[in-house]
């Protein structure tokens, strides 16, 4: 039985089974549309994410949890809500949010 799920498994072996295959490498989707910004820093739910997010951090180190000032929320809180390369990787402005 383990022998099978050797062969079957993902990357897996010979005959060129990744050749022409399309894979998601990260990169950015560009918009379809002037007003589409799904994906992209503007996207409205990874902005409502991000401001939820920081408000909750800025709120419990208010609270008298692990002092952090709003830079340091932003920053993690930017790694938990982005869902593309785009919005993981950008220099956000810390007062917009």
Excluded: I, W
């Amino acid at each position: 039985a383990r022998a099978g799920q050797r062969r079957g498994g993902a990357g897996g072996g010979g005959g060129g089974g990744g050749r022409g295959a399309k894979v998601d490498l990260g990169q950015e989707r560009v918009p379809k549309e002037k007003g589409d910004t799904k994906g992209t820093k503007k996207d409205t739910s990874f902005l409502r994410c991000l401001s939820n997010c920081v408000s909750d951090c800025a709120a419990g180190a208010r609270k008298g949890l692990a002092e952090k000032d709003r830079d340091q929320c932003l920053q993690e809180c930017q790694d938990e809500c982005c869902t593309t390369y785009e919005q993981c990787t950008a220099t956000l402005n810390p007062n917009l949010v």
